[in-house]
């Protein structure tokens, strides 16, 4: 990825960030418990952490990919194994599969991107 590339997606990053943080703070208390409280919120926030968790790590750190991904799956259980054992957390099976989805799309969206654009820029016209 190119520093532009890096910069939009940094970008899109922060916009969300604070769209829903506005979000949160701004809307009705009715829809806010609605949006805010169901189950479902943790572990959207697990995968999308861990997409982009794996996205620095892969292409602002430069870890490569077969090293990256074992040592991010490693370090969402060692993370659930570590909250079992303390009395306002739990470690929950379902965060780590959301961890390692959030691991693994990250990884499928570098292959479509890489595969589309070389597919696409080798053609010359």
Known sequence: M?????????????????????????LPDTLRKHIFQ????????????????????????????????????????????????LGYRSGELGDFIADVIGISLFVLAKWLYLSYFRKHLTVKP
């Open 38 to 85: 169901f189950p479902e919120i943790d572990t959207i926030g697990h995968l999308t952490s861990f997409f982009i968790l794996t996205w620095v790590s892969h292409s602002i750190i430069k870890l490569s990919l077969p090293l990256c991904v074992p040592l991010l799956i490693f370090y969402g259980a060692l993370t659930e194994i570590g909250q079992s054992f």
């Open 2 to 26: 190119k520093a532009r590339q890096h910069s939009y997606f940094l970008f899109t990053v922060i916009t969300v960030t604070i769209l829903l943080f506005f979000a949160h703070e701004f």
